[in-house]
Each structure stands twice: as C-alpha cells, then as structure tokens.
C-alpha cells in the first residue's frame, strides 16, 4: 500500500518532536531493593523530523512501548529505548516523558504501623545521534509546614497546613539517585513528613514536631537546596514549592533552579 508519511513536503519546516502523548501502559520501575514496581505509567514519546517527510509512522512508536512495557524501566532501559525508535525511524534525536505514581512504604512514627504512599514521578529521557542520554528524575512529595509568624505571635496555637515539594534532577553519565533516596531526603525539609495513617500518639508526635519545626515556605526551599548541594554527581537541579495555605485562599510558592545551563 502506498505509504503516505514517507512522501515529500515541500514546506520547508523541521519538526523538532512529533509523535505519541498520553499513551497509557503498565511500566515496570526498578526498586532500590532489586525488584521492580508495576505502575500505570502515562508517556510521550517523540523523534525530530526533517524538513523533507510529510510525516512520521505513529504505529512505530506503541511497538517500541508495547515492547518495553513489561521490562523493568531505568535510566539504561530509557537509552535502549531510545536508541531502538531512532533506528526504526531514522531520527537523529528522540525524547520521552514517562510519568507514574510510586508507591513507598512508611511507618508511623510512634505506633509503627505500616502503610503505602504515593508520589507522583517522572523519568525524562532525551538523547541525540551519537551522544549520551540526558536524563532528570523528577519526584513531588508532600509535607507538612507550621507558619513561624503564626507561632510566635499568637497566644497559643499556630496554622499550619500541606504543601508540595517538587524536585527535578540531572546526574552526570554513570550516577543514578534511587526515588526512595530522593524521597527521604525531601522528607526531612519540612515541618513534618506526611504520614498515609495515623494513630493517636502518631498523630500527637507529628503535631508537635511540626510546632517544634516551624518554616516558611522560604526556609522549606532553602533547605532543600542546601540537601541537594550535598548529592555527588548532580549537575542542574529544580526545585518548586508550594504551600497550600489554610488561613487564605490562595498558595504560597517558592522556586529555585541551579547547575550546568542555568540562567542567573
């Protein structure tokens, strides 16, 4: 049959990503113990196109996914991948996004009592011809903050509220930072961590710690930069922010980017 896509165009435009968004597949992801996570991952997957084709083969890149679907996913398996739609395609360049929920284990602080939270996660992954893949481990975690102000101007009590830290991250060729290593560390920025379930006393420890720990959302951002100085191999990093305000109607936010190509 007549392939249509492979045909001339004459416009003159380069397409610098064109293919696939909101592909929903199960993904297995590495764990820092050795085994995997089956997650319901959503991924965009897309190659550069030349001036000179009409258009790209969409089916091409479901079977790179459908084939990579049911093997544990990293950073290596994310270079393999894209080296595999490259080839079947010809492109000189191919990026993709693969966003999923991860499921870590946490124990309630007093009573012990284990249950499972989630974070949202994305692995981005771009690669060119002939070089390295360029790949950020993005995590978001929730927290718990306690307004100083609050604290120190009222008679007794103060608001606090939940927030969301997000972290984006680049490591040089050959370092790698498990998620549940970046979670824990994001963890201790707060006020307090975020705990899926709660008995009395749990529930009385973090209350108090978070009075004990009070922080604007300047001090959690401020913090989190200092952790992540700290990281060996990190080259560029983002973080975000966000406190969802229980005393006003709107969100106080905070963000920072530093590392290799970040502008002052």
Known sequence: MKDVQSLTDVRGIPIQKVGVNDV??????????????????RIRLTVDLPQEYKGTHMSRFIEVLSDWSQKPVSNR??????RDIMG???????????RFKYFIEKKAPVSGLASLL???CIFEGQLTAGGQLDFVLGVEVPFTSLCPCSREISDYGAHNQRGAMKVRIKYMPG?????EDLVELMERQGSSPVYPLLKREDEKYVTEKAYENPKFIEDVLRDLVLALRKLEGAIWF???CESFESIHNHSAYAFHAEGDGVAE
């Open 24 to 41: 929903h597949l199960p993904f297995l992801i590495k764990t820092k113990k050795g085994s995997f996570q089956s997650v319901l991952a």
């Open 77 to 82: 398996e994310m270079d393999a991948m894209l």
């Open 88 to 98: 079947r395609l010809g492109a000189q360049r191919a990026h993709i996004e693969i």
């Open 118 to 120: 989630d974070y949202d």
């Open 175 to 179: 370092r790698f930072i498990w998620i």
């Open 238 to 240: 983002e973080v975000e």
